[in-house]
């Protein structure tokens, strides 16, 4: 099988759907002649005009009111905001008109629209460069929020969030840009479904986006200490697939859930609430990996001390369930 | 009462009228400055009895504004509202019996009771939304603006002088002239954001002028006065609609009512307000009218007719059901 690249999966996802739908918009800053600062998405306007790929002013909020405004109008606008940090900027017209639109409408009315963005830290790109703001919007009936951890699965995903009648927050994370993987099975991978990345009957390790990656690695050195890790990717987090978590625990009896993120609010917390209520009675044990209720640093040692990793993984599973090379 | 007045803006189409047919469409569109004021009035009539709950915005003084707007578009044209948004989606089209019933939380409301005064959405009748947040109509509808840059549509913005300092207004400005979007901005400016004096918060007490550092055109209108803003929107649509980009247009208007249902608007100076009541935008309009020929029993007739079929809407409206949560309980996303 080909192998496909991050970021050419992404491009590769936004060139299909402009080619299939004459009503598919594609526009942010410096994404159009420049091609992206990570260099996602090059020859997009060359291909379909600049009246359908353009570059836009550094104004999130008007990004994010345009594509609402274009989105329930007829078009279906998929806009970059280059960092995740700056969808604060954005959030009144994501969060109380985006969000809201289908709902309040009585159901008449909805808002197709995509916001992508690059996340996640270890690119000593300081605080405001490496937060992932899907918690951020986890909180908010009527978004999806969706951070794929592969190549197959952000091509496979972003086609189906472009398809998606509702307003889509898209995270993609700076390390996995360069990551080469097999294509997706399908036309579109759908969302709102966790996937069984790795199977394993001891440990089910829960993650998203790059974390996904880190939990495979540790899952690989934890089977040569003898345990078998499930690693669950949930690739939403809204809606978030608690079913296919469940169904793991139920058959591993212990769960770990790993955040690049806070851990007060943050996605992991909520899971294992979720978790607790529903299967309980199937736990031995449940905990969580986060990071530190600080910002993120700059400097390199201390960003890849503030990060989990698949070391971090692997020597808090050793640790709970005293196991390992010693 | 069925909403359907005749479409002033399809008589219209090119922002142009005729002498003859030009009191007729006047005419009518004094019918729907009526119509709101009395919407209005009934509306804060059913607040006070508890009818209509949490907080309503009313424009009664400021009818001119949306409705002369609306003289100058099309009906498949965009328009975007805000929380003082009953006279603009009524301006549009947007059936009065079933805005009445979403005041109320009715079953039959234009949203079903769901969004109540400060969020209605009538996309059937190019209402992209009224929005209870200060400026996000303007981002809304430069939006719709860059729909209609596609779909040979316009779209306007209507917004308040306190919208005029949000983040929204500078940055779709910029965005809506760099792109060259089919839009309009019309500021409705009351010279009260909430309860504060307009110029006391705005720098350079302007806000047309505003758009001539984005190098938007500009024009301050009377904004009681049906024709001045009718005159200046078919200028500006026409701007949008010929591809040559956005226009601001700041309407000067006073709201008769306080900022909310809680406001009693006594930081208001007693002859500041008389003074604008005397520019009451319906008295301007009726002058206008009888002025050019309209007989005083045909306006009677009129207003006589406008309030009867008002009244039966309303009370159509109060006899709609509640929605009932058992039955419909609302899904989170469109499937």
Known sequence: ?326 | MSGRHPEVAEQRPDGQHHAAEGARTFLDAYARMFLIREFEQAIHRLFLKGEVHGTTHLSAGQEAVPVGVCMALRPDDYLSGTYRGHGHALAKGTDPEALAAEMLGRATGVCGGRAGSMNVVDLEHGMVGCFGIVGGSIGAATGAALSGKHQGRVSVALFGDGAANQAYFHECLNFAQVLRLPAVFVCENNLYGEFTPMREVTAGGQIAARAGAYGIPFQVVDGNDLWAVTEASAEAVARARAGDGPTLLECQTYRHFGHSKSDPAKYRPADEVERWLQRDPLGIARRRLLSEGTAEVELTALENDVRERLAAAIEAAREAPFPDPAARRGTEYRE
């Open chain 1, 1 to 326: 099988m080909s192998q496909l690249e991050f970021r050419a999966a992404v491009r590769d996802a936004i060139a299909e759907e402009l080619e299939r739908d004459p009503t598919v918009l594609f526009f942010g800053e410096d994404v159009a002649a420049p091609g992206g600062v990570f260099a996602v998405t090059g020859g997009l306007q060359e291909r379909f005009g600049p009246q359908r790929v353009f570059d836009t002013p550094i104004s999130e909020l008007a990004l994010a009111g345009a594509a609402f405004g274009a989105a329930v109008t007829g078009m279906r606008p998929v806009v970059e905001v280059m960092f995740g940090d700056f969808m604060g900027l954005a959030m009144d017209s994501l969060v109380n008109q985006a969000a809201k639109l289908w709902y309040v409408s009585n159901e008449q009315h909805s808002v197709p629209l995509v916001i992508r963005s690059a996340v996640g830290a270890g690119g000593r790109f300081g605080a405001m460069h490496s937060q992932n703001h899907g918690t951020w919007f986890q909180g908010v009936p009527g978004l999806k929020v969706v951070a794929p951890s592969s190549p197959g699965d952000a091509k496979g995903l972003l086609k189906a969030a472009i398809r998606d009648d509702n307003p889509v927050i898209f995270l993609e994370h700076k390390r996995l840009y360069s990551l080469k993987g097999p294509a997706p099975n399908g036309e579109t991978v759908p969302l709102g479904r966790a996937a069984v990345v790795r199977e394993g009957t001891d440990l089910t390790i829960v993650s998203v986006s790059k974390g996904v990656r880190d939990a495979i690695d540790a899952a690989e050195t934890l089977a040569g200490d003898g345990l078998e890790a499930e690693v669950v990717d949930l690739r939403s987090l809204r809606p978030l697939d608690l079913e296919t978590v469940l169904a793991s625990v139920t058959k591993t009896n212990r769960v770990l859930a790993v955040e690049e993120g806070p851990r007060t609010g943050g996605w992991v917390s909520g899971l294992l609430g979720m978790i607790a209520e529903e299967g309980l009675h199937e736990l031995d044990d449940a905990w969580l990996i986060a990071t530190e209720e600080t910002p993120i640093p700059y400097s390199p040692t201390l960003e890849d001390a503030f990060l989990p990793a698949a070391e971090t993984i692997l020597e808090s599973v050793r640790g709970r369930l005293g196991i390992g090379s010693e």
